[in-house]
């Protein structure tokens, strides 16, 4: 099966995109190594790292302490969600005057199907340059971008000459580009596919688009078949224009493992509110709430609870969220390292909302 | 081992099985808490039935042939005395612990369990009684008991809020009050209380008490007797007792939801508004209930679209002079205010989509139904 139509695709992804924001905003923190994300000497992690931290070995998701460690003049700044989704908005308005076609991934992070743009240009590689040009200009960012026929080629290409990127992958380019790539960088593939594409002898697409696809099922299920495409740089996932979102939630790390029951009930209210705040920022309710449970030893369980109705309302969620911390984690006996709230089951766009009425002490317990 | 044979009349013995069945687990034939113990009392017979919630427990006149103690399973007992067309019924307890009951020429073995497995029941202590006019006390429960929240992590919600305060010339000032969290019922009245000492008092209900309330209520009688213990309300009637666990939480303060004088009052047919209403709730989702009000100078329509079934729209006169406005509401919210109200006109106040709107009747000044619009 083999699709004619020719597809244009754009990856654009946001430099650093936190800590850029920071930079921007802060014009003295330009040039400096800056560590979006929690206090080094708490357990917060890092959301985001400047080009500049990242040449200290500094990477998203390291602990802060450790980035203290690696970078002692490093800047640490706390996240601001809510500016970086305004920026977010701002950039996306760009993409948006180009193409109807855009699916954002993250707020730092897009694909664009330019088959058709409002440009009218048939060289995706223009349109490209275009955009960032727009971004550089009015937002004062820069953004690293990959063009492709496909998902796949456009997002792999976007990363390879990050910062301010842009390469471009022709459709007659795509065969040698992906034979040569790492297993790895194939969509779906994580650490245990990979490890046993690895003892199968293929370390790179080009060994997997050897083998049949009957081999490939046999081994890995559907996702042979997925892989075995992929492998030959065939993506034909659509660009969706919007991302329907599937649950919003919010998690914390602890400063210290957390045994005092009222403490987790007052972090689980603070975790409730936040994720209603996400609701109601999405304009949507939803009908199921997950707790989440790391214990001190990286044990993690999530338990969930589904409501009669959706719901926004914090409340809600945290009574949902207490009855599943009560009843089914060992909360009080084991310490806890992590703890996250999860609303998910959410109603249609256009479901309407049964609003509650304005009591006050409705709060959790 | 003493073996309890009676007589009993069969008509007296069902209206109180009848009473009990809200009590007796029907789900389950072998659990206990689906058997009512039988016992012989200073004046006749005792029943009891407990489902933990509510107990019931029923005096009845019997003639006691033979002492002794019977467990019979509530649902059975009652449906075999419905089904008989004698005036009197013959019980007998064999030796297995089930029950003959022998009426006219009918003649049933029910099985039935060792009473010592029934759980022993602790009557509350102190119990302070009131009687309360039959038909206020049936108001006042009609009237909030359809809006009793369900949602079991919300237990002071689970039930009614009732409170009496003394009024002046020594009468007491009723209010029963219950919400879901989507809308919210009050009703309050001042009326002559039996045996009233002046004192406050206040109780959350459990609602499976007021479920059982209501079949006391179909009894013809001027005043039903409500006692406060603690942790414990109750209702008698007749013989017949329930008594219900109170919710022991704090009921939430409904008064600051219910908005004081809002902008635009809105005067209404309120058996064209029901029809309008029915008429339009055929077309709608079936998941949200949601039907559209739309007010404008003089009329009210009521609207639906469905992508799956269609639309309709139905108009009523209104005296309305405010702005045009669009109100989202479930109309099974409105329809259960509608339904317990009983005067020809309704008045609803509404600020806007997004606040609560409040249903009243000059009729029936102490009730007040407050029904939070859906977000359309």
């Given at each position: 099966m083999w699709r004619h139509r020719l597809r244009k695709i754009i990856h654009v992804d946001m430099d650093a995109f936190f800590a850029s924001v920071e930079q921007l905003d802060q014009p003295e923190l330009r040039g400096r190594a800056v560590v979006v994300g929690g206090d080094p000497k708490g357990r917060g992690v890092v959301a985001a790292a400047s080009y500049e931290a990242r040449r200290f070995g500094i990477r998203s998701a390291m602990p802060c302490g450790e980035a203290a460690r690696r970078c002692a003049s490093a800047v640490f700044v706390r996240p601001r969600m809510e500016r970086y989704r305004e920026v977010s908005q701002q950039i996306r308005a760009i993409f948006e005057s180009v193409t109807t076609l855009v699916e954002p991934l993250s707020l730092d992070e897009a694909y664009l199907d330019?088959?058709?743009n409002s440009l009218e240009e048939a060289l995706a590689g223009r349109v490209a340059i275009h955009l960032k040009r727009r971004i550089r200009d009015e937002v004062g960012l820069t953004a690293s971008a990959g063009v492709g026929p496909n998902k796949l080629i456009a997002k792999i290409a976007s990363d390879?000459?990050?910062?301010?990127g842009l390469v471009i992958i022709p459709p007659e380019r795509v065969l040698s580009f992906v034979s040569s790539l790492p297993v790895e960088r194939l969509w779906g593939v994580g650490p245990a596919t990979a490890k046993r594409l690895h003892e199968m002898g293929l370390r790179q697409a080009g060994d997997v688009a050897e083998r049949s696809v009957e081999d490939l099922v046999n081994r890995f299920g559907n996702q042979g078949r997925t892989l075995h495409a992929l492998s030959r740089g065939i993506d034909e996932r659509p660009v969706h224009n919007h991302r329907e979102p599937k649950s919003r939630g919010s998690e914390t790390t602890f400063e210290g493992d957390v045994t005092s029951e009222a403490r987790l009930s007052l972090e689980l209210g603070r975790l409730a509110e936040d994720v209603s705040r996400r609701l109601g920022r999405l304009g949507r309710a939803g009908r199921t709430v997950t707790l989440k449970v790391r214990y001190s030893d990286f044990t993690t369980i999530t338990r969930s609870r589904t409501l009669r109705a959706p719901t926004q309302d914090g409340a809600t969620i945290a009574r949902a969220a207490q009855e599943l911390l009560t009843t089914a984690t060992e909360a009080g006996e084991r310490p806890i390292r992590l703890m996250g709230v999860n609303v998910s089951s959410l109603d249609q766009d256009d479901t309407p909302i049964q609003l509650q009425l304005p009591f006050k002490e409705m709060a959790p317990y | 081992m003493s073996t309890l044979e009676l007589e009993i009349e069969r008509n007296a013995f069902l209206s109180t099985l009848y009473k009990a069945q809200g009590v007796v687990d029907k789900k389950s034939t072998v659990n206990v808490l689906s058997h009512l113990l039988i016992e012989p009392s200073s004046d006749g017979l005792k029943l009891t039935g407990t489902d933990y919630d509510v107990v019931l427990e029923a005096a009845l006149d019997a003639r006691i042939l033979h002492g002794g103690l019977a467990c019979v399973n509530g649902k059975s007992l009652f449906d075999v005395m419905k089904s008989l067309d004698a005036p009197t019924v013959h019980l007998k307890v064999l030796d297995t612990h089930w029950i003959e009951v022998k009426a006219g020429r009918s003649k049933f073995k029910l099985a039935g369990i060792n009473p010592t497995d029934f759980p022993e029941i602790r009557s509350p202590d102190e119990v302070v009684w009131f009687g309360i006019p039959h038909g206020t006390i049936k108001d006042l429960i009609e009237k909030t008991a359809f809006s009793v929240s369900g949602d079991e992590t919300r237990m002071n919600l689970n039930g009614v809020f009732f409170k009496l305060d003394p009024s002046e010339e020594g009468r007491a000032t009723l209010t029963m009050v219950s919400t879901d969290g989507h809308r919210l019922s009050k009703v309050e009245t001042t009326v002559e209380v039996g045996?009233?000492?002046?004192q406050p008092y206040q109780a959350i209900i459990h609602k499976k008490g007021v479920q059982e309330m209501r079949r006391l209520l179909?009894?013809?009688?001027e005043h039903i007797e409500v006692g406060f213990a603690r942790g414990y309300i109750l209702f008698r009637s007749r013989g017949t007792t329930f008594t219900v666990r109170q919710i022991e939480d704090t009921y939430p303060d409904y008064e600051r939801v219910i908005p004081p004088d809002p902008d635009s009052r809105i005067v209404a047919n309120r058996a064209e508004m029901i029809a309008a209403i029915r008429r339009i709730a055929v077309l709608t989702s079936s998941k949200t209930s949601i039907l559209k009000m739309e007010l404008a100078d003089g009329g009210m329509a009521f609207t639906t679209s469905n992508p799956d079934y269609g639309e309709g729209r139905d108009e009523i006169d209104v005296t309305y002079g405010g702005e045009p406005i669009t109100i989202g509401f479930n109309y099974v919210y409105l329809l259960d205010v509608l339904n317990v109200l009983r005067s020809e006109m309704v008045t609803l106040s509404c600020n806007d989509a997004f606040s609560p709107t409040v249903i009243t009747s000059d009729d029936e000044p102490g009730a007040r139904f407050v029904v939070m619009p859906m977000r359309i």
């Open positions: 330019v088959t058709q390879l000459e990050k910062p301010d | 045996g009233y000492d002046g179909e009894d013809d009688v």
